[in-house]
């Protein structure tokens, strides 16, 4: 009986962190409320300060909302970032929700193609670190609102730029990962106190 007890607690555990690894990676919709726009109050440095206050992971998804007559490309590198020089871009996503997943470690530079927005301030960086660990720079309570319930921070709630007769996003993937995990650490413990 003993080693039962014990093999039912190590494929517990292995369960658990199994579900828990692959809710980590997180949605961030980019702005918060204020979304992807051309000259945003703050000016050019409105999308910096709100990446810095979030801890990027390999696996985590840029959501990019905007209107009509705006852009997402990614551009190759940092000198093109500073430049605003569009042309220099992997591909241009046109239609939003834009759906970014950063699949690397490293800068990714994100800019509008969109003649003038860039040099506007409709341009942002962000540096993604491993996907290991939570983020330590987002501790529950600094004033931000996760996308997904078991995530860390995104400075405002998720909603589109206002945009009359259109429809609200459907909810993020990861929030339904994130809502299936708990449930299932919920049966596993419950199968476990039933067996002991």
Known sequence: MGQ????VIFVAIAVAATILQGTEAADYTVGGNTGWISAPSGGASFYSNWASNITFKEGDVLVFRFTTGHT???LNDKASFDNCNVNQNQEV???????????????????????????SGQKLSVNVTGSSSPSPSSPPGSGTTPTS???PATPSPQSPPSNPGSTPPPPSPG???SLAATF????IVLVINSLF
């Open 149 to 151: 319930p078991a995530t």
């Open 72 to 74: 997402v490309a990614e």
């Open 4 to 7: 039962l007890h014990n093999m």
């Open 175 to 177: 929030s339904a990962t």
């Open 93 to 119: 996503l046109t239609t939003s929700p834009a759906r970014v997943t950063l699949n690397r470690t490293g800068e990714f530079y994100f800019a509008c193609t969109v003649q003038g927005h860039c040099s």
């Open 184 to 187: 299932s650490l919920l049966f």
